[in-house]
């Protein structure tokens, strides 16, 4: 069993446990950065698994 390492919560979708940020807290990860401006590669910054592709949220 996962868990969200942002909220602690019990991960149940494949795709949240496969990053390991439920659903919420991606939403909030990815306005944090739409409102800061961030650029993908400084996403690393914010303490995301490596293997997720936050530039796709970013294009949209
Ligand atoms: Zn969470």
């Known amino acids: 069993m996962k868990y969200c390492r942002l909220c602690g919560r019990r991960l149940k979708d494949p795709e949240?446990?496969?990053?390991?940020?439920?659903?919420?807290?991606?939403d909030k990860l990815v306005t944090e950065i739409k409102r800061k401006n961030m650029k993908a590669?400084?996403?690393?910054?914010?303490?995301?698994?490596?293997?997720?592709?936050?530039?796709?949220f970013m294009e949209g």
């Open 16 to 26: 949240s446990i496969k990053i390991g940020i439920g659903p919420v807290c991606l």
């Open 41 to 56: 590669e400084k996403v690393e910054d914010l303490q995301i698994p490596g293997q997720m592709e936050l530039s796709e």
